[in-house]
């Protein structure tokens, strides 16, 4: 990875379940979720990628994702951006999210839902993307699906095919 580029990871939410009467935005995770979420944390540390900042959807799997994820990483995970645009975004919505981002910030950790995030990852990837890693992101994004795209400029100027695709893997499978 150049020096100079910045790296997106887009993590979907672990497996969520169903609470009776409860509204989809308090949908908590399912056991299999509580059980499989630290796996993208232990992923992240194994590969050297704790995020130097992190937004999360405000919806109440992926705050318990991202808890799961920041116990494995221990203290090099920082204190997570609750947006409420994430929960219900598309691509474009939660892009501009991302453009927001301040220029300091050389890692960032987005956690959301489908269908945005396949969506976005199709967006953003350049020529540059790994074969593999895009026909197997593109062709189904599980639960706890992550990617790892570089980007080579300025968050505020990310759009589309403008960011390389180097990862996708679903941690603990």
Do not use: C
């Amino acid at each position: 990875m150049r020096g100079d580029a910045k790296t997106l990871i887009l993590l979907r939410h672990a497996t969520s379940g169903w609470s009776a009467g409860a509204p989809d935005h308090e949908r908590p995770l399912a056991e299999r979720g509580h059980a499989q979420a630290p796996a993208a944390g232990v992923w992240l540390r194994e590969h050297g990628l704790a995020p130097d900042a992190a937004v999360v959807s405000d919806a109440l799997r992926t705050r318990q994702t991202w808890v799961w994820v920041a116990r494995e990483l221990g203290d090099d995970a920082p204190t997570p951006y609750l947006d409420a645009r994430l929960y219900e975004a598309d691509a474009a919505g939660a892009l501009a999210v991302i453009n927001e981002t301040e220029e300091t910030v050389r890692t960032l950790m987005v956690v959301g839902h489908m269908p945005w995030l396949q969506d976005l990852g199709i967006r953003l990837m350049s020529l540059e993307s790994d074969q593999d890693a895009s026909l197997a992101m593109a062709e189904h994004l599980p639960p706890l699906g992550l990617q790892v795209l570089r980007v080579p400029g300025p968050w505020a100027e990310l759009d589309g095919r403008d960011a390389a695709l180097i990862d996708f893997v679903v941690p603990g499978t």
